[in-house]
């Protein structure tokens, strides 16, 4: 005869094994709503939030916007959940739209209550917006049904293909760098109006908050500077060239005695259309168009950086070159104080394939 601990134990396997608990959620399909994006910004009162998202249809039904003025993240879904019929969930959410204010003020414990929510993942999108969102999203969607999708397909690709073309974050590399020494988090930000859903650039965080951000030129040396270090396509009006494929490999160096921060970066793409007055069958045209660009690339990325010391961040990880096994650790602190006043050093070299038939 079994003991009834014995009973209670095998009934527990059963459970485990065929998925089966008393206290999971019901997952109905006619039941829920799982949105796929949630866009948030600064509310009219001080401290308060408008949250606003999409409820897709599970069946032939016409998208609705549902929009709602809370204090609290998570009272939005209940708000939600007060006008629709159906449970909103937030297992299928993908990307967070967060207006500029808000970014500016400091978006941390935003980010800490979705990482709670063990129906949030990881791989969340996030992004930066500025404008009118509601009304983008009220117009867009009478035209293209399936708009979330497609805007989730969209950072998507680009995280996926790697090209550089946006710097794409998701809420995990958020934090990770947020909460890292001498390193500092960015998003994509857009321009958003009626009509509109327009990339401008980079935002870069310090401290939770929003400090600025790259203009389109300023952009394009960022991200051949980042983590993909390659770039698709990258534009110099100033020359009337484009240049493809261009793949960066980047050195840093701090010497703390001199005070400088040196970057030494060689380049290799092709030039893929060219509107200038040079002739690239010439090899001394082609040579001199070279140094043009070679001088172009130096001084971006000179402005570039002292951008970066104008608002105290360090996305690039320069600060990790004064880690050493020998020496005592100079503090983010410390180091954040040397950045900003570091003389700034930087060698480019690039290698190109002529314009060819």
């Known amino acids: 005869m079994r003991s009834p601990i014995f009973t209670v134990l095998l009934i527990g396997c ?3 094994l065929t998925g089966f608990s ?3 959620d019901q997952n109905t399909v006619e039941e829920i709503a799982p949105v796929t994006f949630l866009a948030v910004k600064q509310g009219e009162e001080k401290g308060s939030l408008t949250v606003a998202t ?3 249809p599970i069946m032939n039904e ?4 549902f929009s709602t003025k809370v204090r609290l993240l998570e009272q939005g ?3 939600f959940n007060f006008k629709y019929y159906r449970e909103i969930r937030f297992g299928q959410l993908r990307m967070l739209f ?6 500016k003020t400091g978006i941390v414990n935003l980010m800490d209550t979705l990482l709670t929510d063990p129906e949030v993942s990881p791989r969340l999108f996030l992004i930066v917006f500025k404008g009118d969102f509601e009304a983008y999203t009220k117009n867009q969607m009478q035209k293209q049904k399936d708009l979330d999708y497609y805007l989730y397909r969209m950072f998507k690709h680009y995280e996926k293909e790697n090209q550089g073309e946006i710097a794409v974050t998701n809420i995990h590399e958020f934090m990770e760098k947020t909460h ?6 960015y998003m994509p930000v857009f321009n958003v109006d009626k009509n509109c859903f327009s990339y401008e650039g980079t935002g870069f965080f310090s401290n939770g908050k929003l400090k600025g951000q790259t203009d389109k030129e300023q952009d394009q040396f960022f991200l051949l500077l980042s983590k993909s270090k390659f770039l698709k396509n990258v534009i110099i009006e100033p020359l009337d060239l484009s240049l493809g494929e261009v793949h960066a490999i980047v050195k840093k160096q701090v010497n703390l005695k001199d005070h400088t921060v040196v970057l030494k970066i060689q380049y290799r793409g092709r030039i893929d259309e060219y509107r200038g007055s040079k002739d690239l069958n010439s090899q001394a045209d082609f040579y001199e168009l070279t140094d043009e660009i070679k001088d172009y690339l130096e001084e971006g990325t000179v402005s570039l950086l002292k951008t970066f010391q104008e608002l105290g961040v360090d996305p690039l990880e320069i600060g990790r070159q004064t880690l050493t096994p020998v020496s005592k650790s100079m503090s983010a602190e410390d180091w954040l104080t040397f ?3 570091a003389k700034i050093k930087v060698d480019c070299s690039i290698e190109l394939e002529p314009l060819t038939i």
Do not use: G, M
């Open 22 to 24: 008393p206290f999971s």
């Open 180 to 185: 890292t020494p001498y390193s500092d988090p």
């Open 62 to 65: 016409e998208k609705q916007f």
């Open 339 to 341: 950045w900003k006043s």
């Open 77 to 79: 879904r209940r708000q």
């Open 54 to 56: 999409l409820v897709p």
């Open 98 to 103: 967060i207006d500029e204010q808000i970014a």
């Open 14 to 16: 059963i459970c485990f």
